[in-house]
Structures are given as structure tokens and as C-alpha cells.
């Protein structure tokens, strides 16, 4: 069984130079690269507020980081580990610097042909949505939370090889969020537990099909008629999948089916518990040498950054805002022009529509929570030039933009905000 929407792809400190560096270590062999990265940058809404209140900025940013990948016991077992540090200097912002930190740490162990053990930690301090975004999930934040904030998602995938034709995977993943914003704390702070089962069957040396089920609970850390006993949820997802290689070069994977939510519902509140689809496919295309495209699409209820005890209440007093129920779409575009010039483009676009919220009322004017719709859209376009084995430089744009039918009852959620930058990167 293939992974649907691998997550690193997506969530990465986004310069083309660092999959340059990415392929020559890979061609070089080498167990470990040290990277270190200088840019000017100049952001036209540091704060990712609505367009009547925004700020913008020139600054800097410095990103020193490393990778190492140890195979021991004869190949038997890899052990890897990376770790990539951002400074982030504006020069007109009342908070001058950002740190940031990610790291991701993983063992694979090969016990025989047909058992193989796979131990991950992926955590990030950061402020960016994407990537405080759980692996592979929708974005739940999608505006800039200033301060320290985290996530760290933990987990392990036993994969079998039960016969010539049978095959199943067993996993286990927990999500840990905490924020520093009053705001995004009663909204965000939670852990989450996602333990599955995924069983395939080769229908031909080219396509296997088969049944996935996982079972989520969300559990959020407030109390009271509050976030702690109003959003806590827990999920049962259960989906046939498909898995179809077209060629060497392109590949697909799709899970389909629903996903059945039952939401804490205190007395005297409105039930929100319902069933949804649930999709999650993924393309992957390499259509040149060092050139490549994947894409992918999920679609699940998730938790949403509008706060319960928002600006008019997140909704009538007896049905506040649950969650959301979004489609998420991502791209990701590398193709080299020359062995020296290559360009990258990664995008992601959700569209979802809040669960809950009832009809509230706001200086006269009625306004239809439940089911309003809200949408992030973020794209990343870069262009890097080797000028040695170890030194790249690279030029970007980023976009990003939120738009929401909540913006017509006074949230000022609303913004878009443009980002270009200008740098060199180095590897060893």
C-alpha cells in the first residue's frame, strides 16, 4: 500500500535550493548535509490582518540546518534525523524576531522480508499555518499566530506482508498543538489520537485495492460549557482504497468512503453529530529527469481557528461553531530547466463550511453561521540557480489569502498578504 499525500512534501521550509542540495546529497551518498540559508525578504501584512489594518515590513532571515540518515545492522535498520532553524528579523514590527524550529526524527527497522517497523516525530515551533498543520491534514489555522507556539506529531506504522497478495498496514498517530494567543489557545490547544488499519489485496503487479478504518478522537483542552466540552469529538472513518501505477513515472492512490462524527453535546445544545464523505487521494508524476508534480485532495471535518467564545460568540448560545467540513487541495511543481536552474511551485486552496454556529444576530442584521463558507488559499513560487556544487541562489513570491462569509458580520477575518525574498543557500 502506497502513503496517501505524503506530508513532508508540503511543509517544508520551501526553498528550491533545498531540494537541490536534497538530490546531491542522494547522488553524493553521503549519511549527513549541513545547510545554511541568507535572505532579504519585504512582507506587505506581517500580522496577516484585514486589508484596512495592515503593516508591512523589510527583514532578513537566516535558516542553518542539518540532515543525517544512519543505516546500521547491516541495512537492517535506518535511523534519520534533521533540523532546521529560521531566524526571522522584521524591521518595522513591534515583535523584531521569530524563531522557528523544526525537526523530524525517524527509525525503520526491517525485522524479516515481510515485517517492517516505521517510529516518527515531526514537531515545529512556529507561526506560519502550514507549518503548524498536522501532516498531511487540512489547515485548521489559517492565520499567522504570533508567539511560540507548536505542534508535534508522534507515531508508528507496522507493515506486513500477510501473503503473496495480502498486505495491511497498522498505525498509530498522536497530534499535540499548544499556542501562545489567548485567541488561538481556547480555540486550537487540543490532542488528537488517530489509531488505524489499512488492508490491501494485489489485483496485478500494477494496481491493489482494499478497506482502510481509523478511529479519531479530538480532544480539546478547555473545560466547561467552553471548548473542552463543546468541540471534543470523536471519528470513525472508513474507506475502500485503490492504489494504480499508469506508468514508472505516474502513480495514484485514493481512499473514499465517510466519516461518522459524534460531536460532546452538553444538555440543551443543539447535536451536530453527523456523517460526511471522506476522500483522500493523492497523484504523483515524474514527467522529466529531475522534474516531478504531485497533487492531492482531502476532504474531512476538522477543527477550525474561530474561536467559541469569539467576537459575536462563535455562533447562536446553544449551537456555537463545532468544526469545519473542508476540501483540501495541494500542488507541488519541481522542474529542473538545466542541471543548474530549477523552479518550484507549491500551492494549497481549502474550501470548507463551518459546522454549527446557528443564527446570530448583529446589530439588527441576521446572519447564517452554520454553513457559511471560509477559504485559505496559499501558493509559493521559487526559482534557484546553482552557481556551485554547494552554492545556490533563489528568488520567490508567496501569496496568501482568506476569504469568509464571517467577514460580513464584523470579524475582519478577511486579509491577503504578498511575500518576495531573495537569497543563497548553502550545502556541505
Known sequence: ??????????????AAGIALSTAAQAQEGKPWVLRAGLSGFYNDN???????????????????GFSISKPINDGQTTLSF?????????????????HNHLVDARLTHQFNANNKLAVYDNFAQAQEPQQLAALGGGVAQVLRAEGTNFRNVVGADWTSQLSERWSSVLSVRNNLFRFDDPQFKTSLDRV??????????LLNPTTSVGVFYQYGVVDFDGSGLNV?????????FIAGTIDHDFSPSLKASLRAGIQINDFDDPAGFVEQDGVAPYVDGMLTWSFAENSSLMAGVRHQVNVTDVNVSGQFGGGAINDPIRGSAGTTGRLSIQHSFSPKLV???????????????GVVNVNGVNYEIDGAADSYASVDANLAYKFTENLVGRVGYAHDRVDSDL???GDLRVFSRNRVYLGVNFTY
Open 1 to 14: 500500500m502506497k502513503n496517501l499525500i505524503p506530508a513532508a512534501s508540503f511543509l517544508t521550509l520551501g
Open 46 to 64: 506581517v500580522y496577516t490582518r484585514s486589508d484596512i489594518a495592515k503593516q508591512d515590513s523589510f527583514g532578513f532571515e537566516v535558516t542553518p
Open 82 to 98: 534533521s533540523y532546521d532553524y529560521l531566524l526571522r528579523y522584521f524591521a518595522d514590527r513591534d515583535r523584531k524576531i521569530d
Open 192 to 201: 488528537e489520537y488517530y489509531p488505524s488499519i489499512n488492508l490491501s489485496y
Open 228 to 236: 473542552g466540552t463543546i468541540r471534543d469529538y470523536t471519528s470513525h
Open 343 to 357: 523552479a518550484s511551485l507549491s500551492g494549497i486552496y481549502q474550501a470548507g463550511t463551518f459546522i454549527g454556529g
Open 407 to 409: 467577514d460580513v458580520a
